[in-house]
């Protein structure tokens, strides 16, 4: 990877997992009532670790790709028996399983606040990336 360059592929990665970090802090689930509102975000007790964890897959995905790409740290090339396009497809993934389940889920009253449809947007956005990486890849000429 050209260090001073970061591929496109590599830039959605890392701005979706700096979004879907900082959006995690906003509301994920509001109930409105008369006067005013409550809302809860993803760290908030009943949704720590089920809200979380897309977030903390994107934040995984997005300090990777600023590790290799600012921090001139050298990575394996593959981690668990994946390489990491295959590594980050599978978080991506994921995480963008996660949000749609949440977005299936019927939680009348509640209705769904900023920082969810942020995280949404994210987790689809992951996905983008980590196929971008995946393709561009292919174009790469091999070794034998």
Known sequence: ?????????NIVILVAGIVMLIASFMAFYRLPFPGGSVSVNAWDHG????????????????LQVGLVAFGRIDMPNRVLGLT????????????????????ALDKAP???GAGFWLMLAAAIALVVGALMRIATSRRRPRAI
Not at 47 to 62: C, E, Q, R, V
Not at 84 to 100: E, P
């Open 47 to 62: 949704l720590f670790m089920i809200a979380t964890l897309p977030t903390l897959l994107g934040a995984f995905m997005a």
């Open 1 to 9: 990877m050209n260090r001073r360059k970061l591929a496109p592929a």
């Open 110 to 112: 509640y209705e769904f």
């Open 84 to 103: 990491w396009d295959q590594a980050h497809l599978v978080l991506a993934l994921q995480s963008a399983l996660l949000m749609g389940a949440f977005l």
